[in-house]
């Protein structure tokens, strides 16, 4: 079985550029999740997708970060514009429903200059 | 928030000894998971634990789901080279939310 996919694993842009990452999550499980992880931190939850709708953004700094699922199934996470304060892992996780075990993808690291 | 402070924060061991470390919260959850993230890599699920009181195996590994609710602790028996990386323990934060809050880590290093 195929594991959660990201991409790219790895970007680095100046402050103020955008950047998007996409997530493919384990087929057949309808809640995507993002985190943020911040060097020597454990993961913070973004914001949380069922099926296409979206569970839960309250931590999710909506006037620069956003987040689709449109078909319920990849998911993009956007961020316009970015500060040097972004610079982090974004995980993506997949679960088959909410409350049962998340599956994490790799990552993408980004870093801000 | 609901926080969960994990310790020791970082462990320097040598190959074949035994590692203990615990995970604690200030709020009862009703579930505790352990995972283990390696450089570069998302965290990777070990051993969830459902019920209070519960022991629960994965080979070297065992996790206990404390009696209190509001504590856990991961075992590692005779640590070879690949344990290397980064424990976390993680609960949902509130009951039938499952958003999962995370500890702060306990970062294991063994000494050749």
């Known amino acids: 079985e195929a594991g959660v996919a990201q991409s790219p694993r790895y970007k680095i842009i100046e402050k103020r550029q955008s950047v998007a990452f996409w997530c493919n999550p384990i087929?057949?499980?309808?809640?995507l999740y993002w985190y943020q992880q911040i060097l020597g931190q454990g993961p913070k939850l973004l914001i949380q997708?069922?099926?296409?709708?979206?569970?839960?953004d309250s931590q999710l700094p909506k006037d620069r970060f956003s987040a689709e699922r449109l078909k319920g199934v990849d998911s993009t996470l956007k961020i316009q514009p970015a500060k040097l304060e972004d610079s982090a892992v974004y995980l993506c996780?997949?679960?088959?429903?909410?409350?049962?075990?998340?599956?994490f993808g790799p990552g993408t690291r980004l870093t801000v200059l | 928030g609901q926080q969960l402070n994990q310790s020791p924060q970082s462990m320097f061991i040598q190959e074949g000894e035994d590692v203990s470390m615990n995970c604690t919260s200030s709020?009862?959850?009703?579930?505790w998971l352990w995972y283990k993230q390696d450089p570069g890599e998302g965290p990777v699920l070990l051993i969830a634990?459902?019920?209070?009181?519960e022991l629960t195996s994965n080979g070297r590994l065992t996790a206990q789901f404390g009696i209190t609710r509001k504590d856990s602790f991961l075992n590692i028996s005779a640590s070879i080279p690949s344990d290397v990386g980064i424990y976390f323990c993680a609960g949902p934060s509130n009951f039938g939310n499952e958003k999962l809050t995370f500890g702060t880590g306990t970062r294991l290093t063994i000494i050749p």
């Open positions: 997708f069922q099926n296409n709708g979206v569970v839960d």
């Open positions: 634990l459902y019920k209070a009181g």
């Open positions: 087929s057949g499980h309808a809640t």
């Open positions: 996780a997949s679960s088959f429903h909410r409350g049962n075990e998340q599956f």
């Open positions: 709020s009862i959850f009703n579930t």
